[in-house]
């Protein structure tokens, strides 16, 4: 089954709870952390983390763009998250992460920006429960989808499969009605949509109308045959 994470990057931020309650039927409200350093932009952190956990049902996924991840990720676990992704472009120590993440409660999760290889960090795969492997640069939503990033999405997934994970492989950027099935072919099962969902007259008609697209093309996908 697919999960729709929708992106509160691009929803009204002076009507966050609002926004968070437009889309009570999405499986995840997925909240971008950007520090201005490691990318060109900056958004919200801890205080609107713990805000928002007490603001909505749905629970937090949170993705950090941010620098030092080994020090500031686990407080978003404090802060309410209930996922928290950190790249792996800015972990020091990535196990130890994860672990400290898990340990607190929360899912672990690692992202990939578009020019990372996934191979190098396979014997990272048992360590997390979700990896996240970006579709546009990160940094800024509204972005159009890099298709270069589908044979990523299928190697990483033959990798999940090879060691028989029960890992989570989401994508993010770009993704739209127009995107989201090849995501899913190519082997992904969450997925995080910001203007495809904010910018819709109806969010969480949606949310269910890409979760649909993404279940259709799941269910007859060749990595999730037998799955």
């Known amino acids: 089954m697919a999960q729709i994470n929708p992106s509160i990057l691009s929803a009204d931020f002076a009507r966050l709870a609002d926004e968070a309650k437009a889309v009570e039927g999405a499986d995840w409200l997925h909240v971008d952390v950007m520090d201005n350093h490691f990318v060109p932009n900056l958004t919200l952190g801890v205080p609107i983390v713990e805000a928002l956990s007490r603001a909505t049902s749905t629970p937090l996924d949170c993705h950090l763009m941010i620098e030092d991840a080994d020090r500031w990720a686990p407080q978003y676990v404090e802060a309410g998250a209930g996922s928290v992704t950190f790249h792996v472009e800015a972990a020091a120590a990535p196990v130890r992460l994860a672990r400290e993440i898990r ?125």
């Open 103 to 227: 340990a607190k409660g929360a899912r672990a999760s690692m992202a990939l920006k578009p020019a990372t290889p996934i191979e190098p960090y396979e014997d990272l795969l048992p360590e997390l429960d979700m990896l996240l492997i970006m579709t546009v640069e990160p940094g800024f939503g509204g972005q159009s989808f890099l298709d270069i990033m589908l044979p990523k999405i299928r190697r990483t997934r033959e990798l999940i499969s090879r060691h028989g994970l029960e890992l989570w492989l989401q994508v993010d950027g770009g993704v739209s009605e127009s995107t989201i099935e090849r995501c899913a072919d190519a082997g992904a099962d969450v997925f995080v949509a910001g203007s495809a969902v904010y910018g819709a007259k109806d969010p969480a008609e949606a949310v269910r109308a890409l979760r649909a697209k993404a279940d259709g093309a799941i269910a007859s996908a060749q990595w999730a045959c037998g799955h």
